[in-house]
């Protein structure tokens, strides 16, 4: 299996854009975490799902996010409008449940985020 | 709320030398404490977890941990470092069903 896979990898772009972050998620597994990661808060969890269900979006910042998952195969992150603040390394993670397994999370590479 | 901490901010150590990385927790019930790797530009690897059983948990690439339930800690450990070892270890718990929260990290220089 290739893993969990990001695109892009990078992305620039300016304040008042709109930006989407995309998502495959290995073969096979029921569950799909969207984390942000940043230097002052560290790891944070924005939302995650269940065989494509949003199940908790707590951590979603506010209503610039938006996430779907219109299939076991694919996911998106969307903000709407960006803000410099919105600059992080975005990771999405999957799992299988089954057992307690969902803990052990697979990694996609990320998406470096630069808002200007 | 389930939390961990990472006391240390960085962990220096010679390579060949045992490797200590600190994590207490505080959590409300029987903990889930699990250890993750990130190398440099990468995302997060899974190491190793503690769910119930022997309180030594062996994990990948040599690493393992003790759970101390009267110290609330779980620190990871390996008996000889390796330079390729330098990476960010997060240690996290369970904070709800099917949650995890992770902490800070800690960044681990193995020096030559």
């Known amino acids: 299996d290739a893993g969990v896979i990001q695109s892009p990898r990078h992305e620039v772009t300016e304040m008042g854009q709109e930006v989407t972050l995309r998502c495959k998620p290995i073969?096979?597994?029921?569950?799909l975490f969207w984390y942000r990661q940043t230097m002052m808060r560290g790891l944070e969890l924005l939302i995650y799902f269940n065989n494509n269900v949003p199940i908790d979006d707590s951590g979603m910042p506010e209503d610039r996010f938006s996430a779907k998952m219109p299939n076991a195969s694919f996911s998106t992150l969307k903000i709407q409008p960006s803000e410099p603040r919105d600059s992080a390394v975005y990771f999405c993670?999957?799992?299988f449940g089954a057992g307690g397994s969902s803990y052990e999370q697979y990694f996609g590479p990320g998406t470096r985020l630069t808002v200007t | 709320a389930q939390s961990v901490a990472q006391p240390e901010d960085q962990v220096n150590v010679a390579e060949g030398n045992p490797l200590t990385v600190k994590c207490t927790y505080s959590?409300?019930?029987?903990?889930?404490l699990f250890w993750y790797v990130q190398y440099p530009n990468r995302g997060l690897q899974f190491l190793l977890k503690y769910i119930t059983g022997d309180n030594l948990v062996k994990g990948s690439y040599g690493f393992e941990a003790e759970f101390n339930k009267s110290q609330t800690s779980f620190h990871l450990k390996k008996p000889s470092a390796l330079v390729s070892d330098s990476a960010l270890y997060f240690c996290a718990v369970r904070e709800k069903i099917n949650r995890l929260a992770f902490g800070k990290g800690n960044q681990v220089v193995v020096i030559p």
């Open positions: 993670a999957s799992s």
């Open positions: 959590v409300s019930g029987n903990p889930y």
């Open positions: 073969s096979g597994h029921d569950y």
